[in-house]
Every structure is written in structure tokens, then in C-alpha cells.
């Protein structure tokens, strides 16, 4: 099955300053790469996604890149705020007769105002 | 458009009962995904149901665990004779159809079940 590694586990930036979070993923023929923001005690809400079709994929302060060859994707927060603190989940599927959404373990991220 | 409705929020048991969680999909997807998360953990897949069918249960524990999702109402996840270790957020997750084309998916907000 798919299996989907992130780093950093915790992450600390001032305001203002980028954050950069990885994650490498195993199955190849995985083609969907959704990333999700937990907020303490909330559920995970999609902030971005990226198919394999595309190398990259930006929304305003948030953008993802893919490198299909080297099986890993980053996501990557400009311009950072106190309420992009939160914890952050990349997620690929898997083949095999359907899709299965499989999680990395999370990177928190605290930006320190 | 009402969201993925969990319940209860929060579920207390003592070992040994039986725990039910609820699940309500969006209104009209089909597909329905548990994760379970333990604190400063990431999401553990479960089990994934389509309407009345069990598709993958590999995430799900053999014994005391048991998951469904009839044609008429919300999914089930039934833990019986529940342990300390089964202490956990319990997320469900819906989309309207296999994740991968163009559909996402709709998080729950969880139910947090303590075992005394």
C-alpha cells in the first residue's frame, strides 16, 4: 500500500517568514496530493490540492510543488500569519481498484508573532 | 449545503461498553472514510464504505470493531467492549464519488471518545 512520510514534524517561523513543509510518498502510480489544515480541536478542512498532472498549483499565499520523478511534494506558505498556526496533513492515494486518501503524521506549525 | 455530520461530539464509556459513532454524509455523496486520530498523532484510515458495502476495512481492527453504512441513514462505526486504548478522535470523511477524479474529501468534526 501507499505510504506517505512528513517533515518536519514541528515547525517554528516568525510572521512574516515562509514555511516550508515535505512529504515523499511511495506508490507511483498515486495521482492526487491533497493537503489539509487542522486547527486545534477542528476537523481537517482542504486548503490545496495538485493532480500529477500539473507541476505546480498556487492560491494566494499557499503553493504546492510536485516532482513525479523523485516522489515528493512540498507545500509552501508565504508571507506567514499567527492564524496559519495549525497543524498541517499531506496526503496521497493509492492505486489499486479505488483511491485511498493515505495521511503523512502531520507538521505543526506555530507562527510566533 | 449541510456539511459531514457527526455524532456524539463527545462519547464517554466505560471499558467494556459498546460505543456507536454516527455518521451523515453530505447529502448525496455515497462514500464514507473513518480515520481515527490519537492526540499529536496524524489520521489512521479505518475502513471506506460505499452504500451498503464495505469496500476496505484493512485499517480496522479484526475484533471488537465493526463498520457499516446502510442504504438508509448514517454510517455505524461500533466498537464493542471498548478499552482504554480505543480512547481516540474518531473522524469521518465523505465524497461523492472514488477520490482521485474530481472530488475531495468533507471531514466531520469528530467524536472524541474517552474510556473510563
Known amino acids: 500500500g501507499e505510504n506517505v512520510e512528513q517533515h518536519p514534524s514541528t515547525l517554528s517561523v516568525q510572521e512574516g517568514d515562509s514555511a516550508v513543509i515535505k512529504c515523499t510518498y511511495s506508490d507511483s502510480a498515486s495521482n492526487y496530493f491533497p493537503w489539509y489544515k487542522q486547527e486545534l480541536g477542528k476537523r481537517p478542512q482542504l486548503i490545496i490540492d495538485?493532480?500529477?498532472?500539473?507541476g505546480e498549483k498556487k492560491d494566494q499565499r499557499i503553493a504546492v510543488t510536485l516532482n513525479k520523478t523523485a516522489k515528493h511534494f512540498s507545500l509552501h506558505i508565504t508571507e506567514t500569519q499567527p492564524e496559519d498556526s495549525a497543524v498541517y496533513f499531506c496526503?496521497?492515494?493509492?492505486?489499486?481498484?479505488?483511491?485511498?486518501?493515505?495521511f503523512g503524521t502531520g507538521t505543526k506549525l506555530q507562527v510566533i508573532p | 449545503n449541510a456539511g459531514v455530520m457527526q455524532n456524539p461530539r463527545h462519547l464517554v464509556r466505560r471499558r467494556g461498553q459498546e460505543a456507536r459513532l454516527r455518521c451523515s454524509p453530505v447529502?448525496?455523496?455515497?462514500?464514507v472514510y473513518w480515520y481515527r486520530q490519537l492526540p499529536e498523532e496524524g489520521l489512521k484510515f479505518m475502513v471506506y464504505?460505499?452504500?451498503?458495502?464495505?469496500?476496505?476495512e484493512s485499517g480496522m481492527p479484526k475484533e471488537r470493531f465493526s463498520a457499516e453504512f446502510p442504504k438508509e441513514g448514517p454510517s455505524i462505526l461500533r466498537i464493542q467492549q471498548v478499552v482504554r486504548g480505543d480512547s481516540a478522535a474518531y473522524f469521518c470523511?465523505?465524497?461523492?464519488?472514488?477520490?482521485?477524479?474530481?472530488?475531495?474529501?468533507?471531514f466531520g468534526s469528530g467524536t472524541q471518545l474517552s474510556v473510563l
Open positions: 496526503a496521497a492515494t493509492s492505486s489499486g481498484g479505488y483511491q485511498k486518501v493515505t
Open positions: 464504505l460505499q452504500k451498503e458495502n464495505i469496500i476496505d
Open positions: 470523511a465523505s465524497s461523492p464519488s472514488t477520490v482521485g477524479t474530481n472530488e475531495k474529501l468533507f
Open positions: 495538485i493532480r500529477s498532472n500539473v
Open positions: 447529502k448525496g455523496h455515497s462514500h
